[in-house]
């Protein structure tokens, strides 16, 4: 059975940044993609970048293009989100997503994920 695990978060002060991580384990860890998605309170869970997992192809919404960066280390079955020019309304529990070719045909839809994270807080300061 697969899980996923995150680490980084915690308390920035706006500007400031955090690098996540989420470690996949389980003999069939082999997904096709990756993603990080974040859930603020009252709001939905939103996309913010995925990556394709043999390839290292990358995708980014609008909202964090330019300021966050996904990467991969296939060694370590882990990914990364380094998160930079961190802003109050970044301010939501984030988390890792493992899906398979049909979460990367639906341009990564939360709908199609395989295997979720626990997730892990990041708080923004003004």
């Known amino acids: 059975q697969v899980q996923l695990v995150e680490s980084g978060g915690g308390l920035v002060q706006a500007g400031g940044s955090l690098r996540l991580s989420c470690t996949g384990s389980?003999?069939?860890?082999?997904?096709?993609?990756m993603g990080w998605f974040r859930q603020a309170p009252g709001k939905e869970r939103e996309l913010l970048s995925a990556?394709?997992?043999?390839?290292?192809?990358?995708y980014y919404t609008d909202s964090v293009k330019g300021r966050f960066t996904i990467s991969r280390d296939n060694i370590k079955n882990t990914v990364y989100l380094q998160m930079n020019s961190l802003k109050p309304g970044d301010t939501a529990v984030y988390y890792c997503?493992?899906?398979?070719?049909?979460?990367?045909?639906?341009?990564?839809?939360?709908?199609?994920?395989?295997?979720w994270g626990k997730g892990t807080l990041v708080t923004v300061s003004t």
């Open positions: 389980g003999r069939t860890f082999s997904p096709i993609a």
């Open positions: 997503a493992a899906g398979g070719f049909r979460f990367h045909m639906s341009t990564y839809s939360p709908t199609t994920v395989d295997v």
């Open positions: 990556i394709t997992w043999r390839e290292g192809n990358t």
